[in-house]
């Protein structure tokens, strides 16, 4: 476990994912749970074809570059 505290951090990367680091249950939309732990990419442009996880997909699509 990368977390002592068991506190969970989530940052918003930049034209990116989110970062999320501590332990946490995740629930996907078909009702199927699974704990992650350590530091997990959740994609944020809805584009991964490996989804709720980020697979690199935004760089290819340049996802918010246009908001700079
Ligand atoms: S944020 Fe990386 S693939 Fe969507």
Do not use: W
Request: glycine letters at 8%; one cysteine or more.
């Amino acid at each position: 476990m990368e977390n002592k505290d068991n506190q969970v951090s989530i940052t918003e990367v930049l034209h990116g994912p989110y970062i999320v680091k501590g332990v946490v249950k995740l629930t996907t939309k078909d009702g199927k749970e699974s704990i992650l732990d350590g530091t997990n990419a959740l994609c944020r442009c809805g584009r991964s074809l490996h989804k709720p996880f980020c697979d690199g997909t935004h760089r290819k699509i340049n996802f918010e570059k246009d908001e700079e």
